[in-house]
């Protein structure tokens, strides 16, 4: 029986992954990963990524060593050398069919024909599973036979389709019997990867053991009170499971079935927290097809294309105010440095902070989607993407441009005792509940070492939306 060999990639668990669990009912399995350090700077993936994408292969390799399933380590700087590394391991030990989880970029698409085609010529198999997404990219299209660009409607599809197939989750492959073939040492950093966010490791610990214990904690304890708490970053309200997602520690189906069964099995009633955590699943499955259906958007494009005439700014200082949080605006500064100290953002301060440089600032929002991707510890292109337009205005199913948040308006709202703001500004942990909101309102001497606001909400309220109303009507 020739041996399998299991391509690793975002899929870094034993449990419910597909390539795996499908290579184990054929034959003895290897595992591979690759290390594209020069591809990985190419797509601004953060060091906090990285860093948790080893952590997490050294809990798996032990986790595969207990199936006897050996873990090897091999580089290549770049995608382009993917073939070459993959068919000198398939050689080296013999390799009948590699077996990988689909990924949907237009570089990954690309990468996996490339050893697609290196390997039919070898004569060694190569078959994709589906494995990051409940439904593959093209099986869900409106009536005309075209990709959704309605989140509700994109939605709807998804309830009727789950109603009738949910998919199910798969066990850990079997140990099988040991190989002979000895794991490789796998390292503890990268150069040029050195996290960033001090307190990364400490909020995301690795294993997929970690992952499911926390996904178990938050479906029984915290999710029916989701609905009513997953706006206010001054309390835990929302999963935190995002980096766990995104490395694919875990899967979109144990999220699922998690849900469901806290929620008597239903998609769209019942426990209003269950019900709304599940559209989140659902918002990043509809991104993931927006990016096969539209690959403009992952070519730094906009996906509405009159945006693309919008007058962005080019002011490097309003910029680096913006990524350091000296804004002025608590709200937003209290956001960003949760990002730079953390690798993670709240979600409603992702969307304040992308609306407040994209339309108060009128920063080009391809600026903060790669300041993004640079620090998350979760950061995903099509998620990440997908946000960023919809705050800019420039994407599917976006904000009406004449929305736009005020962000004074928003802490009062969603951090209503300052709580957050205090934890991520200590320089204005003295101000009460009210002035902490808007220090400026105090006049000069309320912080000294906090800056004053850098614009006026209403002036930059009005640039913007006579920016949108100019725009050249599209035919």
Request: hydrophobic residues 40%.
């Amino acid at each position: 029986m020739k041996r399998q060999l299991v391509w690793l990639r975002c899929d870094l668990r034993s449990q419910d992954n597909s390539a795996l669990y499908a290579a184990a009912e054929q034959g003895p399995v290897i595992a591979l990963y690759l290390l594209s350090p020069e591809q990985w700077r190419a797509h601004d993936d953060s060091p906090n990524k990285v860093d948790f994408w080893l952590r997490n292969l050294r809990v798996l390799q032990k986790d595969l060593a207990r199936l006897n399933i050996p873990l090897l380590l091999r580089s290549a700087p770049d995608w382009s050398h993917a073939p070459r590394a993959l068919l000198d391991v398939c050689r080296e030990h013999d390799i009948g069919t590699v077996r990988v989880n689909e990924e949907y970029g237009i570089h990954e698409s690309r990468r996996d024909q490339a050893v697609r085609d290196a390997l039919a010529e070898a004569g060694i198999g190569f078959h994709s599973h589906l494995d990051q997404l409940l439904f593959a990219p093209g099986t869900l299209l409106t009536r005309s036979g075209g990709y959704f660009q309605v989140f509700s409607q994109f939605r709807k599809l998804c309830y009727q389709r789950l109603a009738t197939a949910l998919p199910g989750c798969l066990p850990a492959p079997r140990a099988q019997e040991p190989l002979g073939v000895p794991s490789d040492p796998l390292p503890q950093s990268l150069a040029g990867f050195e996290p960033t966010a001090a307190q990364a490791a400490e909020c995301w610990p690795a294993g997929e053991n970690e992952a499911l214990a926390r996904l178990e904690a938050f479906a029984e304890d915290e999710l029916k009170r989701y609905q009513e708490v997953r706006d206010r970053p001054d309390l835990d309200g929302t999963s935190r499971l995002s980096p766990y997602l995104a490395a694919g520690v875990l899967s979109p189906r144990q999220c699922l079935h998690a849900a469901l069964a806290n929620n008597l099995g239903e998609f769209e009633t019942g426990n209003a927290g269950a019900v709304s955590w599940i559209n989140e699943l659902l918002w990043r499955e509809f991104y993931k097809h927006i990016l096969v259906g539209f690959p403009r958007v992952s070519r730094g494009r906009a996906f509405r294309q009159d945006t693309e005439a919008l007058p962005w700014r080019h002011a490097p200082a309003d910029l680096e105010a913006w990524q350091q949080g000296r804004t002025g605006f608590p709200i937003i500064d209290a956001a960003m440095r949760q990002l730079l100290e953390t690798g993670w953002m709240h979600n409603r301060l992702r969307m304040l902070s992308a609306m407040f440089l994209s339309k108060n600032l009128l920063l080009d929002w391809r600026e903060g989607e790669r300041w993004f991707m640079r620090h998350l510890i979760d950061g995903d292109l099509a998620a990440n993407n997908g946000g960023w337009q919809w705050s800019a205005s420039t994407g599917t199913d976006a904000a009406p441009y004449f929305r736009l948040f005020n962000p004074i308006a928003q802490s009062r709202r969603f951090d209503p005792h300052g709580r957050f703001l205090r934890q991520w500004l200590p320089e204005l942990a003295h101000l009460d509940d009210d002035a902490i909101h808007e220090p400026s309102s105090l006049g000069l001497f309320a912080a000294a070492d906090y800056p004053p606001p850098m614009l006026d909400l209403g002036a930059s309220r009005e640039r913007v939306l006579r920016a949108f109303r100019e725009l050249p009507k599209s035919e």
